[in-house]
């Protein structure tokens, strides 16, 4: 599919809109975008801390090895822990916080 708004071959569609929710703070993203690189097109560069120092961590990489960029998906009963945010599909309504930050 070509358009205005999207490029050939990619897989991100430009004409779905979805909102989501990173620590508390509501941001926009497309269909087709992972929620790191949701993240990254709105600036969100700290996305958790280590573990011992409290250092601050940013996303990596860009597939299932990534180990800076672990969050928590959903809230309540269906809260999904050290989800990578690499591999996280987004979607409208999507509820995220960073891990130990």
Known sequence: MTGP???PGGLIDRT???LFRFNGRTMQGFAGDTLA???LANGQRLVG???KYHRPRGI???GPE???ALVQLR???A???NTRATVAELYDGLHATSQNH
């Open 75 to 77: 809230r309540g009963a």
């Open 5 to 7: 708004n999207r490029l």
């Open 37 to 39: 690189s949701a993240l």
């Open 16 to 18: 779905q809109k979805l």
């Open 60 to 62: 990596f990489s860009a």
């Open 66 to 68: 990534e180990p800076n």
């Open 79 to 81: 809260q999904e822990p």
């Open 49 to 51: 801390r280590s573990f």
